[in-house]
Every structure is written in C-alpha cells, then in structure tokens.
C-alpha cells in the first residue's frame, strides 16, 4: 500500500484542534506532503493551510483526501458523505484511519468503483500475514515502548528517525498506527491483525536490511495495558528491536481511562520491556527516555527532563521541544547500554 | 452454533500424531461421539477407530466430519479437497478449526450450498468484541499456561474441570482453541480475534459468576513463544486467574519448531507468568505443574513427577496418568499459594 501525495486535509466540521490531531500529526512531520485543508464550517480549526475545495485542490495536483478527523466511535459522519462524494467525483482517492471503513459505505464505495478512484482503509490490515518465524532479521531495529497509550510514542519514533535522517544515517520511520501510516504513506495498524499474526506481521514491517540501517518502529500500547498487552507484547517480539525508548508524560497517575490501574515505575517498565524483547533479541536494551512535557513552562520542563535523568541513567528527552539529537549520537556511538560486545547487532556503526 | 455429532475425524495424510491433536483431543474427551476416522494413506496416523469413507460414515448415521489435523498456518491443503467434497456430496455437515476458511474455499463453499450442509469455521470468532475493562469479575478463575505450545494446556485444563465436577464444584470449561471448542460446544477461538479486542474476548468467555464457582479456562501458546506470546498475554490479562496451572513436556528441549529458542525453567516461566496475571489480578499464583509424561514408563514417570515436585515445591500432575484429583484438593483447600487473606477473590469455597 502506497497512499499518494500531495494531499488535502480534511478537517470536518470540528472546532476541537484535539478532534484533528491526525491532521496536525501529518502537518508536524510531513510539512511538504500538505497542499491543503477542507473545512466544513467557519468555526471548523484552522492548520493555517490554503483552504481548498476537492475540485480546487485536483487543479493544485493534489492526489489524496486525507481524513484528518477523529469522530467519537470512529464513525464516518453523514455531514462529510456530500464532500466526500465531490472528492471522489474529482479523482481523489480518499484515505482513512478510522473504525468505519470507507469501502463498506454504501453511496462512496459506489462513487469510487465508478471513478476508478482508491480508498485507503488504513486502520484495516487487509493483508494476510505468516505466523512470526522468530528469525533474526540483519539491520538495526529501534522500538518505542510506553508506560501507558497516548504517551508520545509516534512522536518519539518520528524524531528519533528525523534525527538520523540529518545525520546522513540511513533509517526508515515504520508506521503500525493510522496516523503513522498516513505520516509515512504505508505500514501496518498492528492492532487491526488477527492476535496469531500480529507478531509475524510486526516482522513483516521491518525486513532484512543493510548492516547499518536503522528502523525506527512506532510502539503501541503498553505491556501495563489492560487490554493492549498483548498487542505491544506481540510488536515487541515481532521487532526483535536493538534499542528501546520508554515513552511516559509525568503527569500521568494512572493508566487513561482505566482509574485502577495505577502507573508502574519507570524502572518496572524498562525491567519488564527488556526482558521481554531479549527473547527475539538478546541484546536489547532501552537507551532513552521520551517525555511528554507538552504545556510545561521551561523551568518546569527542564526540571522535568533532569529528575527522569537522574531516576533513569539514560538520555532523556522531548520529541517536540527538545528533538531527539541525542538520542541519535547515543545509537551512532554505540554507548549507554547498547551492545558494544555484538558486533553483527550494530554492524558498520558502531 | 452446535454442531451434529457423531463425528467421523478426518485425519487427512499426517504420519505426525502432533499434527492430528484436534483428532485426538475430541477422541479422548468425548469418546462417544467419535464413530470413525477417514484417512488418505496408509501411512497415515491410527486413532484406532473404524476406517469410514465419507458414504459408508453416513450410512452408520455419522452427521459431521471433524477436520482433527493441523497444518502449519491452517491451509486446506489441496490433497483434501476431494474428500471433503465428497463427504458434502454424501450429505456430511463439515467442521473446521482452521485459519483458512471452510467458507471461503470456492469449491467447497459452492458444494456446500448446492448440498444443504453447514460449514462450521470453529476457529473464527465472528462475533464483534469490546476493548477489555480490565473490571474484576466475581467468581473463581484458573487459567493454564504453558512453558510453550502443545504441552498439554487444554488437557489439564479438561481433566481439574474433570475433578472439580466430581467433587460437585459448581465449574466449567472454558475453550479458547479449535479442539476445546469442538469438545465444550462452545468457547472463543482467542488466537482468531483481531489483536486490540483479544483481552476483551477473553474477559467475555468467563463472565461474572457465583462466588463459589470455578471457570476452568485452556491456556494458549506461551509467554515465551516467538509468534503467540501476545496470545498468551491477553488470554491472561483478560482471564484474570485466581490460580494458574503450569503445563510442560520435561522432554521438550526447545520452543517446537523454533529450534533457536531454547526452553525457559520452570521457576522462570512461573515467574512470568505470575507477574504478568497480576496486573488484573493481585492474587494470581501458581498453585500446580501439569507434566505431559505420555509414552513414558511408570519409573520414568513417577521420578519426573518427584523431580518436578521437589524442584516448584508444587502439586505435580499428569493430567492423562495421574489425573488432576491433586489439584482439585489444592483449589477447595485454599492451600499451596492460593490467596487465603484475599476472601474475595477465594469466595465461599476457602
């Protein structure tokens, strides 16, 4: 699956920026793939993107619209079906992350089979996959890992993989949620696959590659996770990840929406995901800590920053405020934990 | 969904008694539903019942052939195609636990159409699931789990459902594989379910019970598997096992067909496990090893069970050999590591 770029954003109708943090998340990451948004409404977010209408937006070369919106349930709102059926009627594809899936409604599935236009069902992994083999893969493999969901780990991975990119190495982003397949234009949503498969298809993501390229995987979940554990748990096998990155926000007390389940330690956290991916990978290890400090003043957040530091031992850092600059010397060095000893798990880097 | 007996178990062309475990599992458990085996070959593994082509089934009063042979990924495999359509020509309803489809087979889908028979896809769990509460039931729960695949979780898991009725327990047996779902009638095909709602589908199959009450739930995979060990963790975390029983074969050396991943001790497998259950359930402990001693001697057999005995310092058992009487004694004692100063989670039974 290769999703075609450049795109337009389409916001709905939500005045809610938190409603459209696909769109931002695409906006933040992939400035360049954004010709546009498409707002329903004056009182609809504004990204500060030219406001295009879809047979605007073909006239600008624009090739896919982007469903950049969240809806409560993940249900395809009849309020969008009339622009959306003007998207398709103008020869854009459509692509989507959310639960409803755009080919099992009716009156768009028809529009888009008589356009001869795709659409893109991102959170639905229509592929079959093998039952993982448990084979060690060549290349280098970094996974970011979370004490709880919705801690950061996307961003973490991103930056971490910006931070390479700039440093000439070479390293691919690997996308196992909606909003990381429509930021790298392909992936896998890891928690739409059959639980058997899920670990094969975790090793599907990151094949066999040069002795010194860097994967960077998106992590989801939480092995904490009440429900998710076993998605994470299947990713983290899947991986077999080198380096791993803790993803946690300090202010979290307990895992979201689950008020009994208090948030382990950072130290019970890096105990339990090392332990766990050595089984695919001896040499695993986590060498950084990624914090969300989104809203903290600065003293707040160095302070923030510095105490995980002394808690931890490790690099820590902001995907957002601070990048992930060490982060990526840590992994070219070769220092602060990873495997010096292992010469074929950091090939020509080290 | 009930599916007609008797049974003709069809065993396709395996020499591997392994590979014909769902065969085998229906035999053991429900004799009397079992009237004849179909096999391809003469090679072919013998359960010891009447060899039955698909008419001469129908005619002693057979209503559904039983796939009871694995293959690895669960494909139709070609060389059965013709039998299977023959015993839907001969009026056979057909069950199946594997991945693959039934019902997405063209030729046997259309077959079964134009014949009237049912095509049973036990493996599938087409019912739509909730993301796990990660709530705590009422109700007693005993989960087996496994130092790696087919070592014998659903046996023992059968045979302390077996004891504990005997004694006039109020319990039942709770499937979560192929063959468990062809023994009970019932149950979750847990590894079938789309990986964010596994957790969610395991917390349906036990659901709040009398306080006294015991569900008996079959393990999947392990915890220590390459490919399933994400099965294993959402069957637990959604399970919520008061007592979980071990099951191991001593003369596995390592994970079957992972010659790389040498099996993990008993002391660290029980460790896993009881700090994984714990994160829905603080009282989770292992209360009793289930040794798989089939084909050994009694000496062989009775110095395995003291060996593993002296070295968990748990009830040891043979769920075939032995029996699970031991371990019924254990759970309606409260002894040997089950929670006595935890009465909620113990009931009225302690």
Sequence with gaps: MRIPGPYLL??????????????????DWRPELCAGQCRLGAGTVDLGLPDMTPAAAVAAGVRTLVIGVATFGGAIDDAWVGTLLAAIHAGLDIASGMHARLGEHPAIAAAAREAGVRLFDVRHADTRFDVASGRKRSGLRLLTVGVDCAVGKKYAALAIHRALARRGVAADFRATGQTGILIAGGGVAIDAVVSDFAAGAAETLSPDNAPGHWDVIEGQGSLFHPAYAGVSLALLHGSQPDALVLCHDVRRTHIDGYPDYPLPTLAACIAANEQAARLTNRAARCVAIALNTHGMGEVERADALARTREETGL???DPIATGADAVAETLLAGTCGLPQASPHTLGDIA
Tied chains: 1, 2.
Excluded: C
């Design 10 to 27: 389409f916001l709905g109708d939500t005045p809610h920026r938190l409603d459209a943090k696909t769109a931002s998340g695409i906006l």
């Design 315 to 317: 690099v820590v850092f």
